[in-house]
């Protein structure tokens, strides 16, 4: 059993994000895996996620420029920002989305 933060987390608007995957491989399922945890424990309905594999939608990925896999992209609130990774380190992907902790 995970324990559930206690902290209230608030984002200036609701976070438009894009995961791309290459495939069904473990470090694409550890991403869909962290990042669904992590914005169904902090971000609760203030999130939109579409997961697009790279290899069933190849133009995707090039218009968005992506080199690596897995990669998060934050479209907006601007500014927009991409991570990179299996998105494992939960603080780290906090900060870098601009969720800020609340009372």
Known sequence: MTKKSTHNFITSEKLILQLYISGMSPKSMEAIE???RLCDDF???A???EI???YKNPEAASEQ???FSPSLIK???LPKKTL???LSDTEKIV???GIKFGD
Do not use: R
């Open 43 to 45: 971000l609760k309905d």
């Open 84 to 86: 990179i990774g299996t």
């Open 34 to 36: 962290n990042i669904k």
């Open 75 to 77: 479209q907006l609130p």
């Open 47 to 49: 999130f939109e996620l």
């Open 52 to 54: 697009i594999d790279i």
């Open 65 to 67: 420029h992506i080199v």
């Open 95 to 97: 900060k870098a989305l």
